[in-house]
């Protein structure tokens, strides 16, 4: 059984930074294709990053040069460094999970930017 456990989440004020990180259990095979989604009160879910089993990155236009994706293939997880965070990155942040194993999701978490 698959599951995938985000962390991190949380209040934080304009500027600030965060760190989300995403641990997968159950996982037999490797090269997964990670992302990080989120969805804003009121909006569809829509793609923050990826990170290629090569470790090539590509970010949505608005989180460019302020987010960093990152992945430990050891130990079967991914990260997402948040920084200089504004109110419209609030949201439900999900990681997911996508190889020849599966399509894996999180079960999400809150992060809220205001001050």
């Given amino acids: ?3 995938l456990v985000e962390s991190g989440g949380g209040l ?3 500027g600030g930074s ?5 641990a997968a259990s159950g996982i037999r095979s490797s090269g997964y294709i990670m992302y990080w989604y989120r969805r804003a009160p009121g909006k569809q879910r829509e793609l923050v ?3 290629l089993s090569g470790g090539n990155t590509n970010y949505a236009a608005s989180v460019e040069g302020r987010f960093t994706i ?3 293939d050891a130990k079967n997880t991914v990260s997402l460094q948040m920084n200089s965070l504004k109110p419209e990155d609030t949201g439900v942040y999900f990681c997911r999970f996508i190889g020849a194993g599966g399509d894996y999701w999180g079960q999400g978490t809150q992060v809220t930017v205001s001050s």
């Avoid at 965060?18 to 995403?22: F, V």
């Fill in 49 to 51: 990053a990826l990170i």
């Fill in 70 to 72: 990152s992945r430990d």
């Fill in 18 to 22: 965060l760190r989300l990180s995403c």
């Fill in 1 to 3: 059984q698959v599951q």
């Fill in 12 to 14: 934080v004020q304009p």
